[in-house]
């Protein structure tokens, strides 16, 4: 009552987070759309019975992600007085790509395009249909568990039209964010969105089951060397599972899964 709800869209996956961390594609499309459709409302609100001075931004998930990382970036200051987050923050485990280049880079040579010139990159990749372009992130990310989120939010080189040129965490630690009024907030079972992939068939469960340590170093965003990840895998299993099979733990593999990507960051 007495709102009016504007909701947009932007671009996702490799059309809206492809990064090459340089000044040709640094990255963090999606986010300057949104940024775009905030600067749209503060224009013509007006004229839907809004008031651009009474903007709240909110969002679930990866839009919770938004919202925070709308709070971190000099783009979108000024843009809204309030946020709401909801099972989402830039500090969560996903919400920062590490390493983007090597991961661009893979995908150009997947589709076929050259990779020591990003000018050149880029225009090989505009030439490319959409579902080709799609084509290759299937390659990139076969079917199965966990499920791998090669294009996400980057760190840009340091720019005026960069989105983020820090980590979130060393602008949150600076006070360099725009200080507006914010709620965060989570769901029970939060990590039931990933748990739940194990159980959906028999051979994704058996194959869980034999490779549980490295599957939670996957699905749990486990950003650090592979002996120190294993490590932490075994520590979290035994936490949160004890000595009960993967079969018997859905709940626990839900609370875990839940408590490390979601909850930790909020």
């Known amino acids: ?3 009016v709800l504007v909701t947009i869209n932007y671009r996702l996956g490799v059309f809206g987070f492809l990064s090459f961390e340089d ?3 640094p990255g963090n499309n999606g986010l300057k759309d949104q940024t775009l459709a905030l600067q749209w409302v503060q224009k013509h609100i007006a004229s839907f019975g809004g008031d651009p001075n009474k903007v709240t931004i909110t969002g679930m998930s990866a839009g919770g992600g938004s919202v925070h990382y709308h709070m971190l970036s000099p783009l979108s200051a000024g843009l809204f007085r309030k946020a ?11 919400g920062v790509k590490r390493n983007p280049k090597a991961t661009a880079s893979a995908f150009a040579q997947i589709v076929g395009c050259p990779i020591n010139d990003t000018t050149l990159t880029l225009r090989c990749l505009r030439e ?6 799609m084509g290759a992130v ?12 090669p294009f996400m939010p980057v760190v840009e080189p340091k720019s005026p039209n960069a989105f983020m040129d820090k980590y979130p ?7 360099s964010f725009n200080d507006v009024p914010a709620l965060f907030s989570y769901c029970d079972d939060e990590g039931t969105v990933i748990a739940l992939k194990i159980y959906f068939d028999e051979k994704t469960l058996e194959a869980v089951e034999s490779n549980l340590d490295e599957v939670i170093v996957k699905a749990a965003f486990i950003d650090i060397e592979p002996a120190r990840g294993k490590e932490v895998a075994r520590v979290m299993r ?12 859905a709940r ?15």
């Open 238 to 249: 035994k936490r949160f599972l004890g000595d009960k099979t993967v079969k018997e733990s």
């Open 169 to 175: 965490i060393d602008i949150i630690e600076a006070e």
């Open 23 to 25: 000044d040709v594609v």
């Open 84 to 94: 709401i987050s909801s099972s989402g923050s830039a500090l969560c485990a996903w």
């Open 138 to 149: 299937r390659v990139m990310v076969p079917p199965g568990f966990p499920t791998d989120l």
């Open 1 to 3: 009552r007495g709102v």
């Open 252 to 266: 626990e593999l839900s609370q875990m899964f839940g408590e490390r990507v979601f909850i930790d960051g909020i």
């Open 128 to 133: 490319r249909s959409a579902e080709h372009l």
